[in-house]
């Protein structure tokens, strides 16, 4: 079942209580940079091990995907550019330490797959199931196997862009992979989740992969492109047989 989130307007502006943020929780000061129009990366986030999250602009509202580090620099940066309406999380290991103060601080929604959820027992948290419309351009997608609410975000623009938090990561600049580790949720499921996105999509509607860690190996071009190659070329039965790393 399709969820459509009707959004109040009003919520789009930077809330008068926007709390600043204190400068001793910075871990990476660096500025967010634009990876592809409307889309900034955050530096990688020392809190959740090194995973990057996203600033995306969108009509219905600004989106911030995963949790950045809370610090001065980023706080400065989201208030620039108008405050954001949701927060999603797209899996248990980018929720971070600080989501009840940023949510807070933002007045934002939060948003996780169900399955996450309880792990925000005090925050205020919107779940989903299997998918999740935001507008008429963003949904979330679960994709069960990293973790047991992992979730892809896909944005109908300028081609097609998945967001594949740890569901799916770069192992070079122009190749993508699921990586199994001893940390992994149920591999299995997690290849058929695979198998659903590349039934799913095709190269008319899916051009970039932008991943929520490993993002050194994109080597500063910040995406996977012809994504629906990389995608579709996976051979999953060999990787059924692959132990964890």
């Known amino acids: 079942m399709t969820y459509i989130v ?24 660096k500025s967010p940079r634009l990876i592809l129009p409307g889309i900034f990366a955050f530096a990688p986030n020392r809190d959740t091990l090194g995973a990057t999250s996203y600033f995306i602009v969108n009509k219905i509202g600004n989106i911030l995907l995963d ?21 999603i999380i797209t899996h248990r290991g980018s929720i971070g330490k600080s989501v009840m103060e940023m949510q807070k601080a933002l007045n934002c929604q939060v948003i996780v797959q169900e399955q996450e959820s ?59 992979v699921p990586l199994r580790t001893a940390k992994t949720f149920h591999w299995g499921r997690q290849l058929n989740s695979i198998r659903m996105l590349c039934d799913r999509f095709d190269t008319d509607n899916l051009k970039y992969i932008l991943p929520g860690a490993n993002t050194g190996y994109l080597r500063g071009q910040g995406y996977i492109d012809n994504a629906y190659e990389q995608l579709s070329a996976l051979n999953l039965d060999e990787l059924l047989l692959k132990e964890a790393m």
């Open 6 to 29: 009707k959004l109040d307007i009003s919520i789009f502006r930077m809330p008068q209580n926007f709390t600043k943020i204190n400068q001793a929780s910075s871990v990476n000061n």
């Open 67 to 87: 949790c950045p580090a809370w610090n001065e620099a980023n706080q400065e940066f989201i208030q620039a550019q108008g405050g954001v309406n949701s927060l």
């Open 118 to 176: 309880y792990l925000l027992p005090e925050v205020e948290v919107t779940s989903f199931a299997n998918k999740m419309a935001i507008g008429e351009d963003l949904k979330l997608i679960w994709t069960c196997g990293h973790s047991p609410g992992s979730s892809c975000l896909y944005l109908l623009q300028q081609g097609g862009i998945l967001f594949t938090g740890r569901h799916l990561l770069p192992k070079s600049q122009t190749e993508i």
